[in-house]
C-alpha cells in the first residue's frame, strides 16, 4: 500500500515541530538549572576543580566560586581538598553577601570536623554571618541575639585565638545595639505615660548592659519615671547614682535640674499610736516590731550639683546600681 506524499510531508513536519519543542525545553531546563547556580555535573580531577574555583574567587565571581568549590566536595568527598573547599565554600557565600548559605556551609564543616585546625575560623565566619545581618533597633532583634550568642561561643571555644580578639570587639558593639534597642522600647513607653513598663526597660539597661554608652540616658529616664510613679526615693537613688558615675554628662545635668524641681519633703516625727494622714510620706525603722512612723532625716535632698565636682567616677563605664552599693545622695560628691 503506498502512502501519499501530502501525508508523509505532514508527518516529518511534525517531527520537526516535536523535536523543536524537545530542544527548546531542554534549553530552558539548563537555563533554569544555571540560573539557580547550579553546574552541570562533568567530571574533573580535584587539582582542575580546586584551581578554577580559586581563579574565579580572585576575579571577584564569588557565586561562581562557591559552586564549584561545592563541587569539589560534591566530587571527592574523601580527599583532603574537599575539607578545605568547604570552608572557602563558605567564605565565597560570605563575600557574596549570601549570609544564609555561608552559615549553613561553616555549619557543616564544624559538624563533620568538630575538632580541625581551622574550626575557629569556621566559627568566626558563623559569627560573621549573623553579625552582617544586624539590623537597626527599630526592628526586631533576633539576629542581633544569634549574633551575640555566636560570637560568645568563639570567645569561649578559642579565647586566645586572633579571630576572638575581634569577636570581643563586636561583642560590645552588639551589646551596645541590644541596649539601644532597650532605650529604644523605654522611650516608647515613657511618652505614652506607661510608666511602669518604661521603668522595667531602663532597669534592664542598667543592670545588664552597664558597659554600654546608654546607661546614663537610662538613669535620667529612671529618675523621670519614678518621678511620675511619685517615688521620689528611688529617683533621688538613680539620680545619685548618675551623679556619682558621670557627672560631666548632660544626662546628670537634667537629672539635677528635675530632683531641684521636685525635692523630697521631711516631715515631722508622728507621735505613738496617732494616725498618720493619708499621702504622708514616712518610713519606720528597721527591726522594730510595730514600728513607729519616722520622718525622713533632713540633709542633703537633691544631688550635688554638676558645676561643684563629681565624686567617685567608674572608670569601667558601668554603673553601681546594685543593691547594697549605691551612694547616698550628697556621699562622695560636693557642693549641694
Same mark, same amino acid.
Given at each position: 500500500?503506498?502512502?501519499?506524499?501530502?501525508?508523509?510531508?505532514?508527518?516529518? !513536519?511534525?517531527?520537526?515541530?516535536?523535536?523543536?519543542?524537545?530542544?527548546?525545553? %531542554?534549553?530552558?531546563? *539548563?537555563?533554569?538549572?544555571?540560573?539557580?547556580?547550579?553546574?552541570?555535573?562533568?567530571?574533573?580531577?580535584?587539582?582542575?576543580?580546586?584551581?578554577?574555583?580559586?581563579?574565579?574567587?580572585?576575579?571577584?565571581?564569588?557565586?561562581? !566560586?562557591?559552586?564549584?568549590?561545592?563541587?569539589?566536595?560534591?566530587?571527592?568527598?574523601?580527599?583532603?581538598?574537599?575539607?578545605? *573547599?568547604?570552608?572557602?565554600?563558605?567564605?565565597?557565600?560570605?563575600?557574596?553577601?549570601?549570609?544564609?548559605?555561608?552559615?549553613?556551609?561553616?555549619?557543616?564543616?564544624?559538624?563533620?570536623?568538630?575538632? /580541625?585546625?581551622?574550626?575557629? #575560623?569556621? #566559627?568566626?565566619?558563623? *559569627?560573621?554571618? #549573623?553579625?552582617?545581618?544586624?539590623?537597626?533597633?527599630?526592628?526586631?532583634?533576633?539576629?542581633?541575639?544569634? !549574633?551575640?550568642?555566636?560570637? &560568645?561561643?568563639?570567645?569561649?571555644?578559642?579565647? /586566645?585565638?586572633?579571630? %576572638?580578639?575581634?569577636?570581643?570587639?563586636?561583642?560590645?558593639?552588639?551589646?551596645?545595639?541590644?541596649?539601644?534597642?532597650?532605650?529604644?522600647?523605654?522611650?516608647?513607653?515613657?511618652?505614652?505615660?506607661?510608666?511602669?513598663?518604661?521603668?522595667?526597660?531602663?532597669?534592664?539597661?542598667?543592670? +545588664?548592659?552597664?558597659?554600654?554608652?546608654?546607661?546614663?540616658?537610662?538613669?535620667?529616664?529612671?529618675?523621670?519615671?519614678?518621678?511620675?510613679?511619685?517615688?521620689?526615693?528611688?529617683?533621688?537613688?538613680?539620680?545619685?547614682?548618675?551623679?556619682?558615675?558621670? *557627672?560631666?554628662?548632660?544626662?546628670?545635668?537634667?537629672?539635677?535640674?528635675?530632683?531641684?524641681?521636685?525635692?523630697?519633703?521631711?516631715?515631722?516625727?508622728?507621735?505613738?499610736?496617732?494616725?498618720?494622714?493619708?499621702?504622708?510620706?514616712?518610713?519606720?525603722?528597721?527591726?522594730?516590731?510595730?514600728?513607729?512612723?519616722?520622718?525622713?532625716?533632713? &540633709?542633703?535632698?537633691?544631688? %550635688?550639683?554638676?558645676?561643684?565636682?563629681?565624686?567617685?567616677?567608674? /572608670?569601667?563605664?558601668?554603673?553601681?546600681? +546594685?543593691?547594697?552599693?549605691?551612694?547616698?545622695?550628697?556621699?562622695?560628691?560636693?557642693?549641694?
Amino acid at each position: 500500500m503506498r502512502i501519499p506524499q501530502s501525508r508523509c510531508f505532514r508527518s516529518r !513536519a511534525l517531527s520537526v515541530v516535536l523535536m523543536a519543542a524537545l530542544a527548546f525545553t %531542554a534549553s530552558g531546563c *539548563a537555563r533554569s538549572r544555571a540560573s539557580k547556580g547550579d553546574l552541570p555535573y562533568v567530571a574533573r580531577d580535584v587539582g582542575t576543580l580546586y584551581t578554577a574555583a580559586r581563579t574565579r574567587l580572585d576575579q571577584g565571581q564569588y557565586k561562581l !566560586a562557591a559552586a564549584l568549590f561545592d563541587e569539589v566536595e560534591r566530587q571527592h568527598p574523601y580527599s583532603v581538598w574537599a575539607r578545605r *573547599a568547604q570552608l572557602m565554600g563558605a567564605y565565597s557565600y560570605y563575600l557574596d553577601r549570601d549570609y544564609t548559605k555561608s552559615i549553613e556551609s561553616a555549619q557543616r564543616f564544624l559538624s563533620i570536623h568538630p575538632g /580541625n585546625r581551622d574550626a575557629p #575560623y569556621a #566559627y568566626y565566619l558563623v *559569627a560573621l554571618g #549573623y553579625y552582617e545581618q544586624i539590623n537597626d533597633v527599630t526592628r526586631d532583634q533576633k539576629i542581633t541575639r544569634q !549574633a551575640q550568642d555566636a560570637l &560568645g561561643e568563639l570567645v569561649r571555644r578559642y579565647p /586566645n585565638t586572633r579571630y %576572638a580578639a575581634d569577636a570581643r570587639l563586636k561583642l560590645d558593639l552588639v551589646s551596645d545595639h541590644l541596649a539601644g534597642k532597650e532605650m529604644e522600647v523605654g522611650r516608647f513607653y515613657e511618652v505614652r505615660g506607661q510608666w511602669l513598663a518604661a521603668t522595667l526597660r531602663f532597669r534592664t539597661v542598667i543592670d +545588664t548592659y552597664q558597659t554600654t554608652t546608654h546607661v546614663p540616658e537610662a538613669l535620667m529616664r529612671l529618675t523621670e519615671c519614678y518621678l511620675a510613679l511619685g517615688v521620689p526615693d528611688e529617683a533621688q537613688r538613680a539620680a545619685a547614682v548618675l551623679g556619682a558615675n558621670y *557627672a560631666g554628662s548632660r544626662w546628670y545635668e537634667r537629672s539635677y535640674k528635675l530632683m531641684e524641681q521636685h525635692p523630697a519633703k521631711a516631715f515631722a516625727m508622728a507621735t505613738p499610736g496617732a494616725i498618720v494622714p493619708a499621702g504622708t510620706h514616712t518610713s519606720f525603722p528597721a527591726g522594730e516590731g510595730g514600728g513607729k512612723p519616722r520622718a525622713e532625716a533632713p &540633709g542633703n535632698t537633691t544631688p %550635688a550639683s554638676p558645676a561643684g565636682g563629681a565624686g567617685a567616677t567608674n /572608670n569601667g563605664g558601668g554603673t553601681s546600681g +546594685t543593691a547594697g552599693t549605691v551612694p547616698t545622695p550628697g556621699a562622695g560628691t560636693g557642693g549641694g
